[in-house]
C-alpha cells in the first residue's frame, strides 16, 4: 500500500462491521446473514488492491462493482480532482454551464464520429435508462406519435432498479417484488450464445433472436418506441455473450419500424468489451446510449445519454413543456465530470487497448485448465470480462456465498452471480497479476467444490 495514504481510523474490523451493522443498510445485502457472511470493512486501497483494518488485502476481481478502471488511487484523477476543487465545486447546470461538462460532452460525442451529438447528465445508471425512456417516449409524442409508447427488453437484461428501469429488467430478484408497480414491457429472445442449439454457432443464435424481434416489431411497431439492449454482455444474469452481429439486425429493424434502439452502456462501455464503446465492435450505432460506471474512474457517481440530433430536435420549441424537463440537483456536477476528463485522456494518451490485450492473454491462459473441467460450463471472455458456470449438480446450495466467503480467504474479492464465476478486473492487470488471479480463482474453485479439476 502506499504510505502517503492516511493510515486508518481507530478500531478494527469487528467494531466496523458492528457499526455498519447498527446504522446502514447495505445495497444488494440480506441483513439477516451478515452473521454468515460478515461485512468486509475497507480501510484504504491503491492500485488493484483493498486493504481492511487489520493489514489484510484484497484483490479487486470485480473493480467494485465494475466501476474502477485505473486501479484505486489514479495519481492523474487525483490530480485532475484537486485541481478542479480549487476552481469550482459544483453550480446548477440548468440555465449555467461549465467547462468540464462541456468539454467531456464534446469528447464523447466526437468518439461516436459525432453520430450522438448532445449529452444529457445524471448520477447512477438507472437514471440514465430512465432518461433515455422518457426522451424515446416524448421525442416521439412531440412528433405526433403519442401512440408509440411501449418498450422491448431482453430475456435477462438488467438495467437498473428505479421504477422505470425495472419495467425493462428481466432478473426476478430485482424485478419480482415490484411488478405490480411496473409498467408492462415486451420480452423479447437474448442472444445468448449459451443457448445455441446443437449444430448453432453464435451467430445463428443472434439471428434466431433477431427474428423474434422482427415479428414483434411487425405486430407492434406502430406502438413501441423504443428497444433497449447491452451489447455484447448481458451483465447481470450472469455476464451472458452475444455476436455483434445482433445488434446490427436491430438496427436494421428499427430504422424500417422507426423505433428507437437504445444502448446500455453503463456496465460494458469505457473498454471493458475491448473498445471504448461497446457499439464500436458492431459497426451500428444507437439512437439513444447510456454510460456511467467507469467514466469516471470509479471517483464519483456520474452518468450520462448520449442522443442523436434527430431526437434532440424534436425538444426545440417556444413551448416549454415540449422541452426535456427532468433534472437532478447535482447534474453535470464538475468534480464528476472532471473525474472523467481525466478517464478520456487515459485513453488518448495510454497504450490501453494494448496493454489490455497482453494482460488478457496471460489470464486467458491462467484460465485454460477450466475448459476440460467437468464442473465447468461455457468458459468466455469479451475484452476485460471473463467467466464461467459451474455445473449446478456440483454448485450446491449458496454457491455464490460460499465462493465468495472461500475467495476472500485467498485475497480475491468476488461476487458470482449465482452460479456464475465472472472476473471484471481493472485496466492495471499485467502478465504477473494475471496469472495470479487465475490461479486463485481456480483454487478458490477447488476449495468451494472440494478436491482438485476433473476432466471432462
Not at 194 to 206: F, K, N, T
Not at 316 to 333: C, E, M, P, Q
Not at 397 to 411: T, V
Request: aromatic share 8%; proline share 5%; with cysteine.
Amino acid at each position: 500500500m502506499d504510505d502517503r495514504n492516511p493510515a486508518p481510523r481507530p478500531g478494527g474490523n469487528a467494531s466496523w462491521q458492528r457499526r455498519s451493522r447498527a446504522s446502514v443498510w447495505h445495497p444488494c445485502t440480506q441483513m439477516q446473514r451478515l452473521d454468515q457472511v460478515p461485512l468486509l470493512p475497507i480501510a484504504r486501497a491503491r492500485g488493484p488492491w483493498l486493504e481492511d483494518h487489520e493489514g489484510a488485502r484484497y484483490f479487486d476481481a470485480i473493480s467494485s462493482w465494475w466501476v474502477n478502471l485505473f486501479g484505486h488511487g489514479d495519481e492523474r484523477i487525483n490530480a485532475a480532482l484537486r485541481d478542479q476543487l480549487e476552481r469550482l465545486e459544483h453550480v446548477m447546470l440548468a440555465g449555467c454551464t461549465h467547462a468540464s461538462a462541456v468539454e467531456l460532452a464534446e469528447r464523447l460525442s466526437a468518439l461516436t464520429g459525432d453520430e450522438l451529438g448532445h449529452a444529457f447528465f445524471a448520477s447512477d445508471g438507472a437514471s440514465a435508462v430512465e432518461i433515455a425512456l422518457k426522451m424515446s417516449f416524448h421525442s416521439f409524442r412531440n412528433r405526433g406519435l403519442s401512440s408509440k409508447q411501449e418498450f422491448v427488453c431482453l430475456r435477462g437484461g438488467y438495467h437498473g432498479e428505479t421504477i422505470g428501469a425495472l419495467a425493462v429488467t428481466d432478473v426476478a430478484v430485482f424485478r419480482d417484488a415490484y411488478d405490480p408497480l411496473l409498467m408492462r414491457s415486451h420480452l423479447v429472445m437474448s442472444p445468448d450464445a449459451r443457448q445455441a442449439l446443437p449444430g448453432e454457432s453464435a451467430v445463428d443464435v443472434a439471428r434466431r433472436a433477431a427474428g423474434e424481434l422482427a415479428t414483434l416489431f411487425e405486430a407492434r411497431g406502430d406502438r413501441i418506441a423504443a428497444v433497449i439492449v447491452e451489447p455484447l454482455v448481458q451483465c447481470a444474469v450472469g455476464m451472458a455473450m452475444h455476436d455483434p452481429l445482433y445488434l446490427r439486425l436491430v438496427r436494421e429493424l428499427c430504422d424500417r419500424h422507426d423505433v428507437h434502439l437504445i444502448a446500455d452502456e453503463i456496465a460494458v462501455g469505457c473498454g471493458r468489451t475491448g473498445s471504448f464503446f461497446a457499439c464500436e465492435q458492431t459497426g451500428v450505432w444507437p439512437d439513444l446510449l447510456c454510460l456511467s460506471k467507469g467514466i469516471s474512474g470509479g471517483y464519483l457517481p456520474l452518468s450520462l445519454v448520449l442522443s442523436r440530433d434527430a431526437i434532440y430536435e424534436t425538444f426545440l420549441d417556444d413551448n416549454t413543456a415540449r422541452g426535456f424537463l427532468h433534472s437532478h440537483s447535482y447534474t453535470g456536477n464538475p468534480l464528476a465530470c472532471r473525474a472523467a476528463l481525466a478517464v478520456l485522456d487515459r485513453f488518448e494518451t495510454e497504450p490501453v487497448f494494448e496493454r489490455n490485450r497482453a494482460a488478457a492473454a496471460s489470464l486467458d491462459t491462467a484460465l485454460a485448465p477450466l475448459q476440460h473441467d467437468a464442473r465447468v460450463r461455457h468458459l468466455r471472455r469479451t475484452g476485460m470480462i471473463w467467466a464461467f458456470d459451474v455445473e449446478p449438480r456440483v454448485a450446491g446450495e449458496r454457491f455464490s456465498e460460499r465462493f465468495h466467503l472461500a475467495g476472500r480467504r485467498r485475497e480475491l474479492l468476488i461476487r458470482p452471480i449465482g452460479p456464475t464465476v465472472y472476473l471484471l478486473p481493472p485496466y492495471v492487470l499485467d502478465g504477473d497479476l494475471a496469472r495470479w488471479l487465475g490461479e486463485r480463482t481456480r483454487a478458490t474453485l477447488d476449495a468451494v467444490l472440494g478436491g482438485g479439476a476433473h476432466a471432462a
